[in-house]
């Protein structure tokens, strides 16, 4: 389904322009796509026949129950994070203030940026139902290519560029990596799929052999996944790159990976050396999620950057996620999956808020094009995020000469828009794990089972933990509710900003009613728990005892 | 025929790459070096190695040989003396020259072939190839394009969509990159 309607779409968007399709026409195809193959994907989700899984195009791919609930969770966030993507705005409109809202629509780039999106869900659907090495890969580059095309779309701004460029390079160290280790695993056994691996290994023969090239393709994954150890690259990419591309390179990758990593946990049991009855693998996913859990937290303190900020918190909540994944249980494995689903809802309400704010100002710069006499931006147009560098920030850096804080601004966002900043409050709130929301049921799961499991030091200090990501979050919540929103633009906008802050320039329909239902189940969560809690048990028993 | 041109081919391809090195203007080195992957290509095909021959046409002279010329032509190289550059470069160049000879005649030992300057011709060298060989050749229909083709088609038809699909993309990234 997505394929063909990735062929479709390529074969239309030639046509576009005689036809006159709007981006926004090809947008909305692209998320009905996204949610009829979720639903298709749901429809297959049938226990008896799956079973422990059937393996279809000559045993590339593995269906499985598990596989096919993950395509489903995918496919449906996809749609979802597809719709902020109707409110980009391309670069050129930002660079030629005076471009009309028809030219906005009509820009082919924003044309071809639905069909990129596609072509990397369809990456991340494959990934998870892969069961060969040369799957896993094609499927791993198909899912990311498109992401470092979208990475540099605002080429014209040094640090979008810079920071694409480092996601690349660090993507091709990560491929590296696994292909080195499949190459080392298809030397050892003579085979690629998967399941053919664990057969050879589980052998006896070489046996401590395989531990490298699966501790390399594991190593791969973590990388991809900005896991501590290696996640220095994280907030740099996600500040650098514009706010849509963030969204879906936080959102999205980590999905398809982590379900890689749980599909992925039958061969990384080949431990060979047992440490603490624990395999070498599952000791390096609880040593990489102690080290997310505090690297996250500490170094989000320091971040005066909302971008950054949530870049380290994602880290963090990774640590969480790779500890549920370390214990290998199936309390383990459900705690797993409903954190991942809090997560992505969280996160995604988190990204569209952030979004609809930055298009705000963006929309009243955009309109503002009476007072400029030039037509280019004082700096670079794709930081959206100086506002948001305003918002998050206690100390603007005072370095800058062209900070200007005037009383027409005086005004906090929960003045210009109270429900929209109370929703921000919701997400970062449930991100904190405070109790009536999703995310505390996601910590609360994850840091029972791994009570359960003995893992006394690690509850301790992931409880530590998230008493000081409280503290930012709780920090970005006073700026917003009891601060007042600092510009730093030259003087020369000053005028227009006062109109900026004072007309309150709504989000579009579309976003804030993503953003009503995402706050919603956020918060509304704790009344009807079943249905979700439920199939993830369900899904979580048959991935162990089928 | 096929003899002769066994031994034209590599011939002209020690001449072309001889060319390389001493060209003056760098197009026309570039162009030599297109020379070598074009005759080498040939010769592996005329010992049978389609496939192989088919990945130096397409991936060196279809890809890299014509991105270096397109560099160079635009970086308007031609009135650079490559005789005057500093000479840094010649341990180096030296260094893995010879570490690639050395690799050559350990391989050539591995052969069993004798020390190959005993004898020029370097035909000598072909029966010793072909016998290595000639187990392949009670498989005369299926050659190596065959087995791939059987593999790809037949064994693995979604790997090839989706490595179309990625070419596609790959397609479609430098239009988004360049609007």
């Known amino acids: ?546 | 025929m096929r003899l002769f041109l066994l031994e034209l081919l590599p011939f002209l391809a020690l001449v072309s790459a001889i060319f390389v090195i001493t060209a003056d203007n760098p197009i026309l080195g570039v162009l030599f070096l297109i020379g070598v992957f074009l005759t080498v290509s040939g010769y592996l095909a005329l010992i049978g190695l389609t496939f192989l021959a088919l990945t130096y046409l397409i991936i060196y002279v279809g890809a890299i040989a014509i991105l270096f010329l397109f560099v160079v032509m635009m970086m308007d190289l031609n009135l650079l003396d490559l005789s005057e550059l500093p000479s840094v470069s010649f341990p180096v160049a030296a260094i893995l020259a010879s570490s690639l000879l050395a690799s050559l005649i350990s391989l050539l030992n591995q052969c069993n072939i004798p020390f190959w300057f005993d004898s020029l011709n370097l035909i000598h060298l072909i029966p010793s190839l072909s016998s290595t060989l000639s187990w392949s050749s009670t498989f005369h229909l299926i050659e190596h394009l065959h087995v791939l083709g059987l593999a790809l088609y037949v064994a693995f038809p979604l790997l090839l969509i989706i490595v179309g699909l990625i070419l596609l993309l790959a397609i479609i990234g430098p239009i988004v990159l360049c609007l």
Not at chain 1, 159 to 166: D, V
Not at chain 1, 364 to 376: A, C, I, M, N, Y
């Open chain 1, 1 to 546: 389904m997505v394929i063909l309607s990735i062929l479709l779409l390529a074969a239309a968007l030639p046509f576009s322009s005689v036809f006159y399709f709007s981006s926004i026409v090809i947008n909305r195809v692209a998320i009905l796509v996204l949610l009829l193959s979720s639903l298709l994907a749901f429809n297959t989700l049938l226990l008896e026949p799956l079973g422990v899984g059937v393996g279809i195009y000559g045993g590339v791919c593995l269906v499985s129950v598990i596989s096919q609930a993950f395509d489903c969770f995918i496919l449906a966030s996809g749609s979802l994070l597809l719709v902020l993507a109707t409110g980009i705005l391309p670069m050129k409109s930002l660079y030629y203030w005076s471009s009309t809202r028809e030219e906005i629509t009509h820009d082919p780039l924003s044309k071809l940026i639905p069909l990129i999106l596609l072509l990397s869900t369809l990456g991340m659907s494959c990934l998870v139902t892969s069961s060969d090495l040369v799957t896993v890969y094609l499927s791993i580059e198909l899912q990311s290519l498109p992401l470092y095309i979208l990475a540099c779309l605002y080429r014209d701004s040094e640090p979008a560029t810079s920071a694409a460029l480092k996601y690349f390079l660090i993507g091709a160290l990560s491929s590296c990596l696994f292909l080195l280790g499949s190459s080392l695993l298809y030397a050892l056994s003579g085979l690629t799929s998967l399941e053919g691996v664990y057969l050879v290994s589980s052998l006896g023969v070489g046996y401590s052999g395989f531990l490298i090239p699966v501790l390399f393709i594991g190593l791969a994954v973590l990388i991809k996944l900005p896991a501590a150890p290696f996640h220095y690259w994280a907030p740099d990419v996600y500040d650098g790159v514009p706010t849509l591309v963030t969204s879906w390179l936080a959102i999205m990758p980590k999905i398809a990976l982590l379900a890689f990593l749980l599909l992925y946990q039958g061969l990384s049991q080949i431990g060979g050396i047992v440490v603490t009855e624990q395999s070498v693998w599952g000791f390096i996913l609880l040593g990489s999620a102690l080290l997310s859990l505090v690297l996250g937290a500490l170094l989000g303190v320091a971040q005066y950057r909302i971008k950054r900020m949530v870049a380290y918190s994602t880290i963090s909540h990774l640590g969480f996620l790779l500890l549920a994944l370390g214990l290998v249980t199936p309390q383990g494995l459900e705690a797993y999956l409903f954190y991942l689903f809090q997560y992505v809802v969280t996160s995604s309400n988190l990204f569209f808020v952030l979004l609809v704010y930055s298009n705000q100002v963006l929309e009243t710069w955009g309109d503002s094009t009476v007072f400029l006499e030039q037509p280019k931006p004082e700096k670079d147009p794709s930081e959206e995020s100086y506002w948001l560098e305003g918002l998050s920030v206690m100390r603007t850096p005072t370095t800058k000469p062209l900070l200007i804080s005037s009383e027409y601004n005086r005004i906090s966002c929960f003045h210009s828009n109270p429900v929209l900043a109370l929703s921000f409050a919701i997400c970062l709130f449930s991100m904190a794990g405070i109790p009536p929301l999703i995310g505390f049921f996601g910590k609360l799961l994850v840091l029972t089972t791994a009570l359960d499991s003995g893992y006394y030091f690690l509850v301790f200090i992931a409880i530590l933990v998230s008493v000081i990501t409280t503290g930012f979050y709780l920090r970005v919540i006073r700026v917003l509710f009891f601060d007042s929103i600092h510009f730093e633009i030259s003087r020369s906008t000053e005028m227009i900003l006062r109109r900026a802050v004072l007309s309150e320039s709504d989000p579009k329909p579309l976003h804030s009613m993503v953003i009503a239902t995402l706050s919603l189940i956020i918060i509304l969560f704790l009344a009807y728990p079943y249905p979700s809690l439920n199939s993830l048990h369900l899904i979580a028993l048959s991935f162990y005892f089928w």
